[in-house]
């Protein structure tokens, strides 16, 4: 099956090798696009590869493969578009394209008779999708919570060490972990698009990535790490979406990404470095955790060109599509117990003060925690709340904002519940 790749960067380069090493017999590399494409020829591809910058010139020679590996929406969208359109099915690793636009490339992909994949766009070399398409296809998923982005769960796991936010970033940015611009993967937009491709597979929902609620890591600090470890947690970025309820017809469902308290015996505690995880619940099978590399060129490559194995295998049969995902509509207003840090300068009836606001909101406190010995002028300590709605929670903190004794604007973080996958 000719196969042509649009975006020899890392993973498109990782792809090539795979291809050219494994998979010769069922996948002909022909094409390679990219622009200025003289100074990305590489001496290992096989004579007969068409070197070129002009997408047209590859369709024109119709392959039956197209791999969309240049990243960003545009041109990719329309690229991909042009793609399906000539009667190519397309995989992608393009979480971007795939967020913003996927219901839409995916019913020109139906009405043209061809597919549409895009295992890597998700988690990287998990083959997460396909697991929840195929494995979990009898179950009904309510649930999906993953730890989704590298360089987040990089910085949270070198502050566990002790370093500050502004070091473990500093060392991201050397290891070629961070982008130029990391502030999608500091606020959590990165992950915002790879939950609502998830929400899409497994709840089988429809969201704006846009109006997922995302709140920044950086507002931790090492001492946050500290506490949560007394509290048997650690901290990771943590994406999750979940149904509101049981009626097919309620078209709202909670989507959110938060840094979050996790139990050190939750799946999603248990993610190092570039790692990802995704935990899915279902009515009937409960939680299932997936685990592996979530980025890096060669274990995406490997979801890629697997994508690309399956629909050569199908040659001319399309996957019988799933159900079209329900277009719905996105709240943050998800219950969970809650971490919350003040720093003050200390006086008389601080706690008494911070307790009647979260008491005007029946909102009750679980613990109150403290280290001895820190300076009085700069006091921290923490509260630990019973389950409460996120927006209770907002309501009782903006009473709390105006309260005087403020050294910093307070952490709040949502606690993740030992038995469930999410929050
Ligand atoms: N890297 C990972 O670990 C990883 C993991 C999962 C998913 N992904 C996704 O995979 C895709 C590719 O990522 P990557 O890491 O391989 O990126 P990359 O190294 O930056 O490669 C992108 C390639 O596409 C080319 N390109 C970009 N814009 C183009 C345009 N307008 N026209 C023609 N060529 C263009 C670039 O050319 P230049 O050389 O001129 O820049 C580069 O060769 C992205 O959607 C990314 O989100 C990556």
Redesign the pocket.
Known sequence: VRLAIL??????QAVARLVLAQHAGTLQLTHVC???VER?RVPWMPDGVVWT?DVERVLADRPELVVE????LT?AREHVRRALESGASVVT???QLVAHHGAELLELAGRRGVELRFE??VA?GVPVLRAIEDGLAADRLVRVAGVLNGTSTYILSRMEEGETFADALAGARALGFAEADPSDDLTGRDAAAKLAILSATALRRAICCADISCRSLEAIEPIDLRYAAELGCTIRQVAWAELLSDDPRDDTIVAVVRPALVPRQSPLARVTGSQNVVTVEGEFGGETAFFGRG???AP?AVAVVSDLLAIAERRGRPRAAASTPVASAVSADYSAPHYVRFTVADRPGIIAAVAEAFAAQQISINAVLQHPGCPSARLPFVMTLERCAEARLDAAMDAIAQMTFHVQPPVVLPMVEPSRGAV
Request: aromatic content about 4%; cysteine-free; glycine content about 38%.
């Open positions: 975006g020899f960067g890392t993973v498109g990219n622009r200025g990305k910058d590996l240049m990243g960003g041109p690793a393009n979480k890597g766009s990287g980025a890096g060129g995406t």
